[in-house]
């Protein structure tokens, strides 16, 4: 049976789902923002960027964080209000966003990459510029665009996972491509499951990133780069561990980046 394409995501579609095919039980994500923020001296004040299902924005609140979960996604909203009360969550778009003024912004899991274009990436770092009360902090996790200078193993083959949830059996066939002239990850995902549903193809991008110019872009944004590194990380191998510092490369598969917004003279 042939699939069809959609330009939904079953994921983010279906929060519970999301959080079955990457569980976080040990809140590793969480944990990790709340060790750079206070290793930084944030204040109480938090945007959390693409909080998705909610869990990382539940996680600082119960730190005692004052914190605001901002997604496009309205099913990942219902459900975080829902499953991962605590914060105040909005609707807002990554591209341009006015939700009031924090001490920090948080942008987790490549959430930052959906910026694709540069006008785009400008438009984040404009309202995470504005929203920034002076000296704050802008902390992000995504992919490292420079992984994939030369890694032709991780492209153009397709990379195969399973799950159960529910009962149901899930099966997903991900091909990454590089588009270089958009300077783009693409991604074509097939899921199949074992319920008799039908095949179901879903296509998505993420910017590729490359260190230096990710610090050129915060730099021409006001912002100081504090920590700018591969791991350790949450979704690093090995995984960061509770009391562990940023390290020295950029070279691995993802990046970290701590930044903090100059306090005008």
Excluded: K
């Amino acid at each position: 049976m042939s699939p069809t394409t959609t330009a939904n995501n079953l994921l983010t579609d279906n929060p519970e789902l999301y959080e079955a095919r990457f569980p976080d039980p040990d809140r590793l994500a969480g944990r990790w923002t709340e060790d750079c923020l206070r290793r930084h001296g944030a204040g109480p004040r938090v945007l959390d960027m693409g909080c998705g299902t909610g869990r990382d924005a539940a996680f600082l609140h119960v730190t005692g964080r004052t914190v605001t979960g901002a997604d496009l996604s309205e099913a990942m909203l219902g459900y975080a209000r829902v499953h991962h009360p605590g914060p105040a969550y909005v609707r807002a778009d990554l591209h341009g966003f006015d939700l009031g003024t924090f001490d920090a912004v948080v942008c987790l899991d490549s959430a930052l990459l959906y910026c694709h274009t540069n006008d785009q990436l400008d438009g984040f770092l404009a309202s995470c510029r504005r929203a920034l009360a002076p000296g704050g902090l802008l902390v992000a996790e995504m992919r490292n665009g420079a992984c994939f200078l030369g890694r032709t193993d991780l492209l153009d083959r397709p990379r195969v996972n399973q799950f159960t949830w529910r009962g149901t059996e899930y099966r997903s066939s991900t091909t990454l491509t590089v588009d270089r002239t958009a300077q783009l990850l693409r991604r074509t995902r097939i899921w199949t499951a074992d319920d008799g549903s039908a095949p179901v193809e879903q296509r998505s991008a993420w910017r590729l990133l490359f260190p230096q110019e990710l610090r050129h872009f915060l730099t021409a944004h006001g912002f100081e780069v504090l920590d700018l590194y591969d791991g350790p990380g949450p979704r690093t191998e090995p995984p960061w561990h509770e009391g562990e510092l940023p390290g020295a490369t950029t070279d691995a598969d993802r990046l970290h980046v701590v930044a903090r917004l100059n306090t005008p003279h």
